[in-house]
Every structure is written in structure tokens, then in C-alpha cells.
Antibody, heavy 121, light 108 residues
Framework: EVQLVESGGGLVQPGGSLRLSCAAS????????MTWVRQAPGKGLEWVANIKEDGSEKYYVDSVKGRFIISRDNAKNSLYLQMNSLRAEDTAVYYC??????????????WGQGTLVTVSS | EILMTQSPATLSVSPGERATLSCRAS??????LAWYQQKPGQAPRLLIYGASTRATGIPARFSGSGSGTEFTLTISSLQSEDFAVYYC??????????FGGGTKVEIK
């Protein structure tokens, strides 16, 4: 059974940093692109970043470029999101998601339950 | 960036009735369009990809159609478990991957 379990969320002050983790199990993690998607309270879904199977390609939404870093450790079956210079508008539930292996990139077939990040003083 | 617009924002439907949700892209996304369902307090779930292919385990009452800029998700006979928010998402031209604002399907 595919499982994705996020951790690391919490309350952080504006300008602060936080590192999210996503522990994957039930599939060959190193064979899949992985993604972070966020959802502000009461709002819709926003794609944040994704990373290729071997970590050699990474892409970001403009609003987090230069502040967030996506990474992975295939030996630990883990995905990470380092979030720096946090702003109030980064407050959201952050979901880790797996991308479908077949076909075009960018279809999310399994999702974690999410971890809440709150940026507030 | 490709903008995705969903309509209506809220759809009131009685159980057993048909629901039709629309999604429009600001430019052609070919058939690279997915639909997700999200229930309160839960993560989204993939329903449809490739505009019309049901994901694993998705009931046949869910169907998708369209290409280019106009897409439709149809739920043929609404069950109680189908009341949720539905999002479309394009993956034709990225980054960024972009979602629509969502359509909430509520009980009439």
C-alpha cells in the first residue's frame, strides 16, 4: 500500500524557516517524480515544487523561488521542503504527492494527509 | 502561466441526480487535464487524467470529456459520498502546474 506521511509543520514567525519531510513507503520511491502542493485555509490547491526521480531536475512556482528548496533522499525514501524567509501568505496545509509514473509529468496519483504550516507573529 | 477557471463555484444537486462541472483553460492544454476530489479534512484524490481516463478504483459514474480549453466532469448519479469539492488541473505546459479554483458540490 502506498503511504506518504508528512511531518515538520508548525507555527513559525515571519522571516523564519521550517523543514518539511515526507516519508514514503509501499512503492519504489526512487522511480517517481515527487511534488509538494499547498492549500491555504479555506482556499484552493496550489502546486509548489517538484523533483525528478534522481533529484537532477527541480521546478518551483514563482512565489517560492529563492526561498524554498525541494530535495529528496532516495536511500531514506524521503522528500523534503526547506522553507526559508517565510511569509504570512505561506500559511497552508502542505501535501506531499507522488506523480504518475506513466505518461506526461504532473498528475498526482497518491497524496499524503498534509502538514499545517502557520506563519504568524 | 495557464489559468484554469471552474464553474460554477457551487453546484446544488439532489442525490441520484446528474452533476456537470466545467473547467476552462486560458490556452490549449490538449488533453493534459486531471480532476481531483477533495472531502473536508482529507487530501485530494485523483479521479480523472488525460481528460477522460478514470484513475484506479474510480467508479464508472465519474466521466470526463473535452480537449483544448473546455473540459467537463460528469457525475451521472450522485451518491452521498460524492458531495465534495472538485478541482481541475492542467499539466500540459509547466512550470507552474496549475489548478482551477474548485467547484463545491453540495446537497440540494
Amino acid at each position: 500500500e502506498v503511504q506518504l506521511v508528512e511531518s515538520g509543520g508548525g507555527l513559525v514567525q515571519p522571516g523564519g524557516s521550517l523543514r518539511l519531510s515526507c516519508a514514503a513507503s509501499g512503492f519504489t520511491f526512487s522511480s517517481y517524480w515527487m511534488t509538494w502542493v499547498r492549500q491555504a485555509p479555506g482556499k484552493g490547491l496550489e502546486w509548489v515544487a517538484n523533483i525528478k526521480e534522481d533529484g537532477s531536475e527541480k521546478y518551483y512556482v514563482d512565489s517560492v523561488k529563492g526561498r524554498f528548496i525541494i530535495s529528496r533522499d532516495n536511500a531514506k525514501n524521503s522528500l523534503y521542503l526547506q522553507m526559508n524567509s517565510l511569509r504570512a501568505e505561506d500559511t497552508a496545509v502542505y501535501y506531499c504527492a507522488r506523480e504518475r509514473q506513466l505518461g506526461p509529468r504532473g498528475v498526482f496519483d497518491y497524496w499524503g494527509q498534509g502538514t499545517l504550516v502557520t506563519v504568524s507573529s | 502561466e495557464i489559468l484554469m477557471t471552474q464553474s460554477p463555484a457551487t453546484l446544488s444537486v439532489s442525490p441520484g441526480e446528474r452533476a456537470t462541472l466545467s473547467c476552462r483553460a486560458s490556452e490549449s492544454v490538449s488533453r493534459n487535464l486531471a480532476w481531483y476530489q477533495q472531502k473536508p479534512g482529507q487530501a485530494p484524490r485523483l479521479l480523472i487524467y488525460g481528460a477522460s481516463t478514470r484513475a484506479t478504483g474510480i467508479p464508472a459514474r465519474f466521466s470526463g470529456s473535452g480537449s483544448g480549453t473546455e473540459f467537463t466532469l460528469t457525475i451521472s448519479s450522485l451518491q452521498s459520498e460524492d458531495f465534495a469539492v472538485y478541482y481541475c488541473q492542467q499539466y500540459n505546459n509547466w512550470p507552474p502546474l496549475t489548478f482551477g479554483g474548485g467547484t463545491k458540490v453540495e446537497i440540494k
